[in-house]
């Protein structure tokens, strides 16, 4: 968790173009709830994938778009 000196630090080691931007996030972050932490995502079902999930994903893409030029074909005449 940061400490005050840390977001103290961080502050004074923003360049003097970005202070503006840094202003608003920070006038922003002083009103409304409390931020909670982070939600964390399962990724388990990525790791159940295909060995070469990327190579069969560009694959079946690959198949699709053939389907839809050959439709467009049938479609015309």
Known sequence: M?????????????????????????RASLGGPVPTAPRQFASAGALSAEHDFAERSEEILREHDGDTAADSERARG
């Open 2 to 26: 940061a400490t005050r000196e840390d977001v103290h630090r961080l502050v004074d080691a923003v360049p003097e173009a970005r202070l503006p931007a840094v202003e608003q996030v920070l």
